[in-house]
């Protein structure tokens, strides 16, 4: 079997392909052939040749449309990233590709479905679609493909048909989390103590950290709490420095794998972003979602919004949040019913393998592609 992935930009992006891709590796070895597709200047060029597998770097620019020279730009850019993916796809002559997000997936699915109309391939593809409402890239894309995976039950009204939920898949590190009691240990917290977990990504984000220390300071952490507190590496000094002695909790730059965070959780404090919503759906963890108010087409208040419509989590937006309103919410959250509620409630999202259910969905592709 032959697959090509295409994703890139965010770990959101990236990290689904590479855990589809693992196991892929691990279920046929030898028998699947693996490759990505990407940018030589964003995050994949690091994390796929870390993963193991080969990178083919084509031009692609953003789908931009404010004015005629951006657009005569962004053109010209994926023009010339179709002809590049023409010859990785000649020389990589894929099964299925499997195109997990941003805007390099454009010029490579076009290119496939061009060879496809002119009878010179065969090849299926497949979006991963892991936020509540589609990016431009896919919702362009979404009439010209073969299938769309998501996260949520109901898929946009615009996939039609082709939408399987499926679930997004996280990293094989959070697939089996540690006992709790060890996760505690490692992480120098009191096993007694219920845990809120606040992240907002390997570069922080000002106003949760802001919120946080604001309400730690003014008392309002509920009793029998303690926080383990990701600042951050850029905002690690800056928080810390407002936090002395043992009042802040545990507080830490980053963890690069955050399974010992994640089993020590009760309830958690993040931005809404695709990556985090599929290990919080897929580990049943409640949360306070605070969408961050520049992401692209606002998608991570959309992603907060699905949660919080099913009771899955409670969203407050980025302008709103300070440490009187997180206060708030803490006091309510963190009593043991409303957990109970908010656990039930993630758990309505969940599927039973996501990566297992790709799996199978990329053989039937490959299969469709096998004349009969």
Not at 283 to 294: A, E, K, N
Not at 321 to 333: M, N
Request: charged share 20%.
């Amino acid at each position: 079997m032959r697959i090509l992935f295409a994703g890139g930009g965010t770990g959101g992006h990236i990290y689904p392909a590479v855990a589809i891709a693992d196991a892929l590796r691990d279920r046929d070895g030898a028998d699947a052939r693996i490759a990505f597709v990407g940018t030589a200047d964003r995050l994949e060029a690091r994390l796929v040749p870390q993963a193991g597998y080969p990178l083919h770097c084509i031009t692609a620019r953003p789908l931009r449309r404010e004015n005629l020279l951006a657009l005569l730009g962004t053109s010209v850019a994926n023009g010339w990233g179709v002809l590049q993916a023409f010859a990785v796809l000649m020389r990589e002559r894929p099964d299925t590709i499997v195109a997990t997000g941003g805007y390099v997936c454009f010029p490579l699915v076009v290119a496939a479905r061009i060879l496809r109309a002119l009878r010179l391939s065969r090849t299926k593809i497949a979006l991963l679609e892991p936020n509540a409402r589609p990016g431009l890239t896919n919702r362009l894309l979404a009439p010209v493909v073969d299938e769309i995976w998501g996260a949520l039950p109901q898929g946009d009204a615009r996939f039609g048909d082709r939408y399987v939920c499926t679930g997004v898949p996280i990293r094989s590190t959070l697939r089996a989390l540690p006992p709790r009691a060890a996760a505690m240990e490692r992480l120098g917290l009191d096993p007694q103590r219920r845990t809120l977990l606040a992240m907002g990504g390997s570069q922080g984000a000002r106003s949760l950290n802001d919120a946080l220390v604001g309400a730690i300071a003014a008392g309002k952490l509920p009793s029998g709490w303690q926080v383990l507190h990701l600042t951050g590496e850029r905002e690690y000094e800056r928080v810390r420095s407002r936090l002395p002695g043992a009042q802040g909790g545990g507080i830490r730059p980053y963890l690069d794998d955050p399974a010992d965070a994640f089993a020590a959780a009760d309830l958690v404090l993040a931005r809404a972003g695709a990556s985090t919503l599929a290990e919080l759906i897929a580990l049943g963890l409640p949360s306070i979602l605070v969408p961050y108010p520049h992401a692209a087409e606002d998608h991570q208040s959309e992603n907060a919004r699905a949660l919080e419509a099913a009771g899955a989590a409670v969203a407050i937006s980025d302008e709103r949040l300070d440490a009187g309103s997180l206060g708030a919410l803490l006091a309510k959250l963190c009593d043991p019913a409303a957990l109970a509620r908010l656990r039930a409630a993630i758990a309505t999202f969940r599927t039973p393998d996501p990566t297992a259910l790709i799996l199978a969905r990329i053989a039937a592709l490959a299969g469709r592609n096998t004349p009969s």
